[in-house]
């Protein structure tokens, strides 16, 4: 289970960005489409553009983000993010 979930990681983590946050920020619409894609992939790669990175921090955005989606932060990088959500 560990490996297949390590595995997983490895090819997200290289892939394209599964979602964007664009300029309007956090919406609810984002959220609801990341939880979809939460719940089907398990792993995903969030992609942070630089507008909202004008107006928020990286920090506050991530904290939102899992606070409204109840996962995890597997890691930083730039502009993105590797979420997780295990059952």
Do not use: N, P, W
Request: glycine share 4%; net charge positive; aromatic share 2%.
């Amino acid at each position: 289970m560990k490996r297949m979930r390590s595995e997983k990681i490895k090819k997200v983590r290289s892939g394209a960005a599964m979602i964007h946050l664009g300029k309007k920020g956090v919406t609810e619409e984002f959220i609801l489409e990341l939880e979809r894609l939460l719940s089907r992939e398990k792993v995903v790669k969030v992609r942070v553009l630089k507008s909202v990175l004008a107006v928020h921090s990286m920090d506050e955005v991530a904290s939102e983000i899992l606070e409204r989606t109840k996962s995890q932060l597997l890691e930083t990088r730039g502009c993105t993010l590797l979420l997780a959500k295990y059952a």
